[in-house]
């Protein structure tokens, strides 16, 4: 349910109007944005949720964070290339070379 506030002369020739949400009877209102009226135009600018873009942030960094935690947990894909796994694969090609 959409509460319209009472019209407020900014003094610059412009009226603006608050507008808000009541989500449940009886509880607080949540801005939705405001109506800026001039002669010549109205422009809508809403308003920014504030508890909604830290939810996000925060659910955003939660979820990197556990990605992060997975990929060091779980071992990569590929073989791990430790010098001596190196060393060996070095004197594998050599061997291989001087077979042809």
């Avoid at 791990?80 to 001087?98: G, N, P, Q």
């Amino acid at each position: 349910m959409l509460i319209f506030g009472e019209p407020y002369d900014a003094g610059n020739g412009a009226v603006v109007i608050t507008v808000a949400r009541r989500t449940w009877p009886g509880r607080s209102e949540h801005p939705v944005g405001i109506y800026t009226v001039r002669s010549d135009s109205t422009t809508w600018t809403p308003a920014a949720d504030s508890d909604r873009i830290a939810l996000v942030g925060v659910c955003t960094g939660f979820v990197a964070a556990l990605i992060g935690t997975l990929a060091v947990l779980r071992r990569p894909p590929w073989p791990e290339m430790t010098e001596r796994t190196m060393v060996a694969l070095a004197h594998a090609r050599i061997a291989e070379s001087r077979h042809r």
